[in-house]
């Protein structure tokens, strides 16, 4: 290890052999909000591996912008392999930048356009099998929704079945354990405990849906079908006029699901919270919806439009973001002050970053307000990144968004949600930062 590595500060906390393991696997969200306490460039162990935390906005920015040619994908991403293959979040930069180029049009503007249709029906389906008084577990109806959703436009509907009851059934199984697999030593994978055994069967089984779903479609052959396994099956790349294999196409289509469903179910879950919790936001959003649509349904053309909506979204989004991610360095490089030799694993978390007291203020309370332009104007551009940055940005970030919107304006304006007595709502960290257990009754606002 180089002199500058040593100078580096340690996280406080550190035991021996395990490092900082107990405080990442035990509060992880706290733990890395704690981590700027000590420097913008922060040494963390896990077991005996080091791992150097970028905290501020500038070394964010230089890790996945400025300096991004000089890193790959890390640790974290590594482990994922064993599920996704070399899957867009997963590939080094050479596979990545062909599939990407290649997957591109499934989330055209114009392709999410129609898959608009697809969300309404199926949040209007939602909000129909509700009952005056019910009492709903929001997170688990909202995770069944995104994945019904994301199944019904990936596969065409005679197929999707399958595929969204094995992603309902095994996904939060991954999701779960996904965390936990990232900062413990491989060679805990293939010790038999419950842990391991379940998330290795989720993972067999999903894979195998996946794989029956793409038999069945060369099967049926249909070039009209406009969902994201044909669009997928029929995509040549531009120069080579090679196309993905089978398994590609199964790695990426499970990787969307991995990646596109908690995110969608999460901030949904926290709009639902945060407006029954704030009331008069609650209020702002309802009028803004009722003089832009009334009483007709949503569409496409009027996700842009819905200005207050977009500053809920955005501070949700803050406040509950991804609690880690990881590169590692494919070249010497200098970030930090220190050079950093090949082979180093940084980590970076946009949870902290957005809760960063030297960007935001009072950034724990929720204010859709700090998203106007007077006073966003002087936030910095990288010290707001939910979905990520630079060639890397998540590339479902306008499909997503446009779910989020037109499930919230078509719930919204049809029931009110209120939270249960007593009942505290605990912040998880998963994929995202997701609420553990969200019950609340639901009243009509109309009739």
């Known amino acids: 290890m180089s002199a500058e590595l040593k100078a580096v500060p340690r996280a406080p906390k550190r035991l021996p052999l395990v490092g900082h393991a107990l405080p990442l696997l035990r509060h992880p969200l706290d733990f890395m909000k704690s981590l700027r306490d000590t420097g913008d460039l922060v040494r963390v162990d896990v077991g005996t591996l080091p791992i150097y935390f970028v905290t501020s906005a500038e070394l964010t920015h230089e890790l996945l912008v400025t ?44 392709r999410i356009a129609g898959y608009a249709d ?65 900062v413990t030593p491989r060679l805990l994978d293939k010790v038999p405990i419950p842990a391991n055994r379940r998330f290795d069967a989720a993972a067999t089984r999903l894979r195998k849906v996946i794989d029956d779903v793409i038999a069945i479609s060369h099967q049926q052959g249909d070039a009209d079908c406009q969902d994201l396994l044909s669009t997928l099956m029929a995509a040549r790349d531009a120069d080579t006029g090679d196309k993905l294999s089978d398994r590609e196409i199964r790695d990426e289509l499970v990787a969307i699901m991995f990646a596109g469903t908690e995110t969608t179910a999460s901030t949904l879950a926290w709009t639902f919270h945060e407006l029954a919790s704030h009331p008069e936001v609650e209020e702002r959003l309802l009028a803004e919806l009722d003089d832009l649509i009334g009483d007709r349904p949503i569409t496409f053309d009027d996700v842009a439009k819905l200005e207050y909506m977009d500053r809920v979204l955005k501070e949700i989004s803050r406040m509950h973001s991804v609690p880690l991610l990881m590169r590692q360095s494919t070249a010497p490089v200098r970030l930090g002050g220190r050079e950093l030799p090949v082979g180093t694993e940084i980590g970076f978390s946009l949870y902290a970053l957005h809760r960063d007291p030297r960007l935001y203020t009072d950034p724990e309370r929720f204010d859709p307000d700090r998203w106007l332009p007077e006073r966003s104007a002087d936030l910095p551009r990288e010290g707001y990144v939910p979905f990520g940055s630079g060639n890397r940005k998540c590339i479902g970030d306008g499909f997503a968004w446009t779910e989020i919107v037109i499930t919230l304006a078509t719930v919204l304006t049809r029931w009110k949600f209120q939270l249960q007595p007593g009942h505290t709502v605990k912040e998880v960290a998963s994929a995202v930062a997701h609420p553990d257990s969200l019950p609340m009754t639901v009243t009509p606002r109309k009739g």
């Not at 064993?82 to 979040?89: E, F, H, I, S, W």
């Not at 929001?138 to 959703?149: I, N």
């Open 67 to 110: 300096k991004a040619r000089n890193f790959d994908k890390g640790r974290f991403f590594v482990r994922a392999r064993t599920l996704v293959g070399d899957a867009l979040p997963t590939a080094p930069s050479d596979i990545h930048k062909r599939h990407r180029r290649l997957m591109q049009p499934m989330f055209h503007h114009a």
């Open 118 to 182: 697809v969300m309404a029906k199926r949040a209007r389906e939602m909000a129909d099998a509700w009952e005056p008084g019910q009492t709903i577990a929001v997170d688990e109806e909202l995770a069944q929704f995104s994945v019904g959703t994301l199944a019904e436009t990936m596969f065409s509907a005679d197929i999707s079945r399958p595929a969204a009851e094995a992603v309902i059934s095994d996904v939060p199984i991954l999701l779960k354990n996904a965390l936990v697999r990232a």
